[in-house]
């Protein structure tokens, strides 16, 4: 089992950056792939990007191809998503997820962090 807890959220005006973190628990987090997920209001939750145990595979939604980069840490058992070029429509509660399996869908992982909120300002 491991425990998600995101930070780095804000108030961002278009353009700006901001880079999330996600610190997991436990001794075993370098066997998980992770994910980051986004949930505006009236909307359902949906995938931004995801990264394999070791990072050698990553996937992007299309909506954040070229602007968002998913990286994690192993030995410090951290999860990012550096944002750049940062849109309104970017606006959400950003989630990240573990699970032992690689996946692009939220049904795809089993544990979560509570979210952190993003806001870009136009």
């Known amino acids: 089992q491991v425990e998600l807890v995101e930070s780095g959220g804000g108030l961002v005006q278009t353009g700006g950056s901001l880079r999330l973190s996600c610190a997991a628990s436990?001794?075993?987090?370098?066997?998980?792939?992770m994910g980051w997920f986004r949930q505006a209001p009236g909307k359902e939750r949906e995938f931004v990007a995801a990264?394999?145990?070791?990072?050698?595979?990553?996937d992007y939604a299309d909506s954040v191809k070229g602007r968002f980069t998913i990286s994690r840490d192993n030995y410090n058992n951290r999860l990012y998503l550096q944002m750049n070029s940062l849109k309104p429509e970017d606006t959400a509660v950003y989630y990240c997820a573990a699970d032992r399996n690689y996946g692009l869908r939220t049904a795809n992982y089993a544990y979560w962090g509570q979210g952190t909120q993003v806001t870009v300002s136009s």
């Open positions: 990264i394999s145990w070791a990072g050698g595979r990553i």
């Open positions: 436990g001794r075993t987090f370098g066997s998980y792939s």
